[in-house]
């Protein structure tokens, strides 16, 4: 069995909406975020991911929760293991998308987020964190 991947994805809040994009090596919406790089914290694989993928400055993110899955990875063409720590900011800076990280964005409230076909770990967090966010 394949050890999972640790992920950290942030779920970036602006005036009530958050942001998602359709990732291009899985074909699902997802909030952005990324791999644990050598010995980084968590926190600051969240701060460095959300600078590659969308060039904002995060500040202070705070965890809410897990999800796990074992999605299909286009790109490898495998399913892979996941592991993905999810965290929560708020962020009112222009953001700039890296295309290879995402085809599209949008700016959408959680519950237009549920309805979309999300991967795995987001529905697994959301299964944990009906509530999210309170």
């Known amino acids: 069995m394949l050890r999972p991947v640790v992920i950290c994805s942030a779920f970036i809040e602006k005036e009530g909406k ?7 090596k899985f074909k699902k919406w997802r909030v952005p975020g990324g791999k644990v790089d ?5 926190i ?3 701060v460095r991911e959300m600078k590659e993928e969308t060039n904002l400055d995060i ?3 705070i965890f809410v929760g897990y999800g796990q899955d074992d999605d299909y990875n286009h790109h490898n063409e495998k399913n892979i293991p996941r592991l993905i720590m999810f ?3 708020t962020n009112n800076q222009k953001i700039t998308m890296d295309p290879e990280e995402a085809e599209e964005y949008k700016w ?6 549920k309805t979309m076909d999300v991967e795995g770990a987001l529905s697994d967090f959301f299964s944990q964190n009906p509530s999210f966010p309170q």
Not at 18 to 24: A, H
Not at 38 to 42: D, K
Request: net charge negative.
């Open 18 to 24: 958050f942001l998602t994009i359709y990732c291009p």
């Open 38 to 42: 050598g010995n980084e914290t968590l």
């Open 44 to 46: 600051e694989t969240v």
């Open 59 to 61: 500040k202070n993110p």
């Open 87 to 89: 965290f929560h900011t």
């Open 108 to 113: 959408v409230t959680i519950d237009e987020l």
